[in-house]
């Protein structure tokens, strides 16, 4: 299985969780732990999509054993990127801040907040599968 039809499948856990655990009320979710929970999975969905790309592209970890660890940073993956396409390192930069920042640790109620990184996670793992075919 390719690993962008694992980052889709994080994304779907992400919509799930959002719908069923952290109850919209208008323009707000009401649980917080729950958008937390849903914006991290999405992001980290968009990592295994983007490690994988960037594996098969010959991009090295910044460490001894050239693999992905914990204390890889987000920097790693905006240089790579934008080695590669300046557009998706745009997306990048705002999925970040979307689904890490302001989801994932400010867990921010806002459904436009999370709606928005989801959608931007969506662009980038679309625009993966689209080169890995």
Same mark, same amino acid.
């Not at 690993?3 to 969780?17: F, G, H, S, V």
């Not at 302001?102 to 679309?126: F, H, N, R």
């Given at each position: 299985?390719?690993?962008?039809? %694992?980052?889709?499948?994080?994304?779907?856990? /992400?919509? %799930?969780?959002?719908?069923? &655990?952290?109850?919209?009320? $208008?323009?707000?979710? %009401?649980?917080?732990?729950?958008?937390?929970?849903?914006?991290?999975?999405?992001?980290? $969905?968009?990592?295994? /999509?983007?490690?994988?790309?960037?594996?098969k592209k010959g991009v090295k970890y910044p460490n001894p054993k050239g693999k992905?660890?914990?204390?890889?940073?987000?920097?790693?993956?905006? &240089?790579?990127?934008?080695?590669?396409?300046?557009? &998706?390192?745009? %997306?990048?930069? @705002?999925?970040?801040?979307?689904?890490?920042?302001? $989801? $994932?640790? =400010?867990?921010?109620?806002?459904?436009?907040?999370?709606?928005?990184?989801? @959608?931007?996670?969506?662009?980038?793992? =679309?625009?993966?599968?689209?080169?890995?075919?």
């Open positions: 299985m390719e690993a962008y039809t %694992e980052a889709y499948r994080y994304l779907d856990n /992400a919509k %799930e969780i959002l719908r069923t &655990k952290a109850k919209k009320d $208008g323009k707000f979710y %009401e649980d917080v732990k729950y958008v937390k929970m849903a914006c991290n999975t999405a992001y980290s $969905g968009l990592l295994v /999509a983007l490690n994988d790309y960037f594996m992905r660890t914990q204390s890889t940073n987000v920097d790693f993956y905006k &240089k790579n990127l934008a080695k590669i396409n300046q557009k &998706k390192l745009r %997306e990048f930069n @705002e999925a970040y801040n979307y689904l890490h920042l302001l $989801g $994932g640790y =400010d867990g921010s109620l806002l459904v436009i907040t999370s709606k928005t990184g989801l @959608e931007l996670a969506k662009s980038i793992i =679309d625009w993966i599968a689209k080169q890995m075919k």
